[in-house]
């Protein structure tokens, strides 16, 4: 008589698939050198699944050992903590187990906005307030955070519990550091900037001190645990807390940059932006020459007050042998400072992102352009969303208070490109709803980079199979022929777009959005016999 077989008899390879249904493949990601890695992996926390969805991995794991350990991987592979008690009692009970701790790969750690001492007057505040100003809060419910706040940082228990985890995920590859705005808090902080000084001699809200303690404490538990992490994400960093972070624990930020391979950063908006990345140029210059096994970079400002230094003040002529995407956005740059930086890794660079770029009086675009169409062999994709000429960019907005999502240039980006919100909105039970679709360049607007919390996302990890990579594929745009690259002949005669470079209609002065569509395909759309070898 035939044995009969049990669904505990099949393969763990077999099982993995039947899994693969319910929830992607947790190791699955984008590699860096992609061009929807900066939001997909960096910018952005892991999409929780429907709570359908989760309980189905639980109950999964909950039948025998044998499917517990099989399914592990799809709970515990990206753990997201917020800053606050339950957060970081979640974040010790998953370290505590090893059996689990060994499959965590990406850490977000997700901070709130801290209360200010001596401003933390709430109930005062509120009787001031009219009900319109708080519909359904009360001054308890800040109070409480205000306290749990204050707590934890006294106790240093974030720290203790921070060194635990980054000792247990032994297989950690990726730190992200988000910020968080719950519904209350973007509630409180409008009315204080409402309000004014009124308001904030009772209350204040600040980034800067959340941003620095959180950089202190897990630097402090990577370093302590020597950590084996080699990717740093921070898409809300603000300029004074790295300078505090480097003065507090000078030696030690150079001792982490030394294993990094993928660092991408983005600041908030600063009044003094230029003089605070001034005064850590000579921390970049460090950090930089340190990272030699560099493969990804991207550095963001503010669209509306870009950065007007150097780019070498920041990169110091560094060269990455195995450099394979750089980006950076929003700053005002020569045409020569952009193409020497590019030449100095033209034969690994497959991804370059030149966001929001303004290029200053005496350059022009089509220089950039045609340097690159010309010698980088490797690369598969230029993102200029929203360039311009920094002329003009100053004259559209000179008195206009902020600058909104699609600066002037013709058509807007959102036209084909989506952007993200503002916020990642999560309703009842960590179900994403009302999420806008990501745009081509995977890339968020800097406009906030808050996370908008609607429940806890503590407990595992996971990735949704609805991101691809928007290259230049998905652009409909043939980066080789049918024939093998050992065979090259002349395409020159076979596409519409310009012959070169003289022939791309930039004018000097502006730049509108279908023409940079345009340039961005002509960049990449190279001909086997006549580029650069």
Wanted: some cysteine.
């Amino acid at each position: 008589m035939p044995k009969r077989t049990s669904l505990g008899d099949l393969s763990n390879e077999l099982l993995k698939d039947i899994l693969d249904f319910i929830e992607a493949d947790p190791d699955r990601g984008v590699p860096v050198d992609r061009r929807a890695y900066l939001s997909v992996e960096s910018f952005r926390l892991p999409d929780p699944p429907p709570p359908q969805r989760a309980q189905d991995i639980a109950n999964f794991r909950l039948t025998c050992r044998k499917f517990a350990e099989i399914g592990a991987p799809y709970q515990f592979t990206r753990v997201a903590t917020r800053f606050s008690p339950a957060g970081l009692q979640r974040l010790e009970k998953i370290a505590s187990q090893r059996h689990l701790a060994k499959h965590t790969k990406k850490f977000s750690y997700i901070i709130p906005f801290f209360y200010v001492d001596g401003r933390q007057r709430v109930t005062e505040l509120m009787r001031r307030a009219t009900r319109a100003d708080f519909p359904a809060l009360d001054a308890h419910h800040f109070e409480r955070k205000a306290d749990a706040q204050r707590s934890i940082v006294r106790s240093r228990e974030d720290a203790r519990v921070l060194r635990k985890a980054m000792t247990a995920f032994r297989s950690l590859q990726h730190v992200q550091l988000l910020r968080l705005q719950d519904e209350a808090d973007r509630c409180l902080i409008d009315y204080l900037e409402e309000n004014g000084a009124r308001a904030t001699e009772l209350v204040d809200l600040k980034w800067r001190p959340a941003c620095t303690h959180a950089l202190v404490t897990l630097n402090e538990a990577l370093l302590a645990s020597r950590s084996p992490f080699t990717r740093f994400s921070g898409p809300m960093m603000n300029a004074q807390s790295v300078m505090a972070l480097h003065r507090e624990i000078p030696a030690t930020v150079v001792d982490v940059a030394r294993s990094l391979t993928c660092l991408e950063l983005h600041f908030d908006d600063n009044e003094d932006l230029d003089d605070n990345m001034r005064r850590l140029s000579g921390l970049f210059k460090s950090i930089f020459h340190e990272a030699s096994g560099m493969q990804a970079i991207h550095l963001g400002f503010p669209s509306r007050r870009p950065l007007s230094i150097g780019l070498e003040e920041i990169f110091h002529n560094v060269q990455w042998e195995r450099l394979r995407a750089f980006g950076v956005q929003a700053w005002r740059l020569h045409a020569d400072e952009i193409i020497a930086l590019a030449r100095r890794h033209r034969r690994t660079l497959r991804g370059l992102r030149l966001r929001d770029v303004l290029l200053k009086e005496g350059s022009m675009w089509k220089e950039v352009l045609a340097m690159l169409r010309a010698e980088m062999d490797q690369l598969d994709w230029v993102s200029l969303r929203r360039i311009d000429y920094a002329e003009h960019f100053d004259e559209f907005w000179a008195g206009r208070i902020e600058v909104p999502p699609s600066p002037p240039g013709g058509a807007s980006d959102s036209d084909d490109e989506d952007d993200f919100g503002t916020h990642v909105n999560l309703g009842e039970g960590g179900v994403e709803d009302d999420i806008p679709e990501e745009d081509d360049e995977g890339e968020y607007d800097e406009r906030d980079y808050d996370i908008e919390d609607g429940s806890d996302f503590e407990t595992g990890s996971h990735t949704s199979d609805a991101h691809t990579d928007h290259g230049p594929d998905a652009n409909e745009l043939a980066l080789s022929p049918d024939t093998p690259a050992s065979l090259p002949f002349c395409t020159c005669s076979r596409t519409s777009y310009p012959a070169t470079s003289d022939d791309l209609n930039d004018n000097g002065q502006f730049v509108v959005y279908h023409q940079r569509k345009m340039w961005e395909k002509w960049v990449v759309g190279r001909c086997p016999e006549h580029s650069h070898s």
